[in-house]
């Protein structure tokens, strides 16, 4: 198997499992979001740190970590605890449709970025799908009376996370450890404070400890959030831009069959005018996307 192929399949796998991870957030309904958040926090760095120990770059960490980027880091990490949050409550609260939406126009969000924070010039077909994705959100936001804000938060906080990390020199894995690193106090100072009852929190409130199937499930979130982005990273050495963007719509593709089909989410006569619009703004972004590469090639 050539190295592109392996690069193919861990870009599937890596997309496969993001796709499917509603499931197993939906199974840790009766813990609360910001709990889940936590101890996804907590086992990431756990797993992370393993990782790295294995490779002996403990060293790369601590540069990260009490080095020039430590703001910058900083400020991703909040910004990718929001993302987390935002998809781990929409799940737990029946917003999983919602979910799946904001990671299909995050590839148009940050074209936009990229204009706007770099002034990257944006092409003919860049526009247009960008135009085609906003009438989709201004057309959720007449018919269902809201604007779609899981969405916009979801796509937003990572579209606006790709852009900080463009400024970090540290490799995605160094970096990732450092941003669960510097949010672990946090982490570790709600479930404390639910343990312990502090802050007018019951005593013994916190999941972990209380059964073993809670237990279990909190503590693969650190497997679940590390094991995707060492296949990502191993794929995009070895597989072309282009190629990955693709795949990548594996992931909300599956979160959205499994919003409707395994958790019966209604699909409403606004989505269904919606999806097609951000299905036909991706497929023109797609089709640009491959004529870049090509002739980039």
């Not at 393993?50 to 990490?77: D, I, P, Y």
Request: proline content about 4%; aromatic content about 12%.
């Amino acid at each position: 198997m050539s190295e592109a192929t392996k690069g193919f399949w861990a870009m599937v796998a890596a997309c496969v499992i993001w796709g499917l991870s509603g499931i197993y957030y939906k199974a840790l309904s009766e813990v609360p979001p910001l709990e889940v958040l936590a101890h996804r926090t907590l086992w990431s760095l756990v797993f992370f740190g393993a990782v790295l120990a294995a490779q002996g770059r403990f060293a790369a960490l601590a540069e990260a970590l009490f080095g020039r980027e430590t703001a910058m880091l900083a400020l991703s990490a909040l910004v990718i605890s929001i993302n987390w949050f935002g998809f781990i409550w929409s799940v737990q609260h029946g917003h999983a449709v919602e979910a799946s939406l904001g990671y299909y126009i995050f590839p148009l969000v940050a074209v936009t970025l990229g204009v706007l924070a770099f002034g990257e010039r944006m092409s003919r077909g860049q526009a247009l799908a960008i135009g085609l994705a906003a009438c989709a959100v201004a057309l959720l936001t007449v018919e269902l009376g809201r604007a779609p804000w899981i969405a916009l938060l979801l796509a937003g906080t990572f579209g606006l996370y790709g852009l900080l990390k463009k400024r970090v020199a540290a490799g995605p894995i160094v970096s990732v450890t450092a941003e669960v690193a510097l949010l672990a106090p946090f982490a570790l100072g709600l479930i404390a404070a639910k343990h312990f009852g502090l802050f007018g929190m019951a005593p013994g409130s916190n999941a972990f400890g209380t059964d073993l199937r809670s237990s279990a499930l909190l503590a693969f979130s650190g497997v679940l959030t590390g094991g995707p982005l060492m296949l990502f990273s191993y794929a995009a050495r070895r597989v072309r831009l282009a190629t990955v963007g693709l795949i990548q719509y594996l992931n909300p593709t599956l979160q959205f069959a499994v919003a409707v089909f395994v958790f019966g989410e209604p699909f409403t006569h606004a989505h269904a005018l919606a999806f097609p619009l951000i299905w036909a703004a991706l497929a023109v972004y797609s089709v640009v996307s491959l004529r870049g590469a090509a002739k980039a090639g």
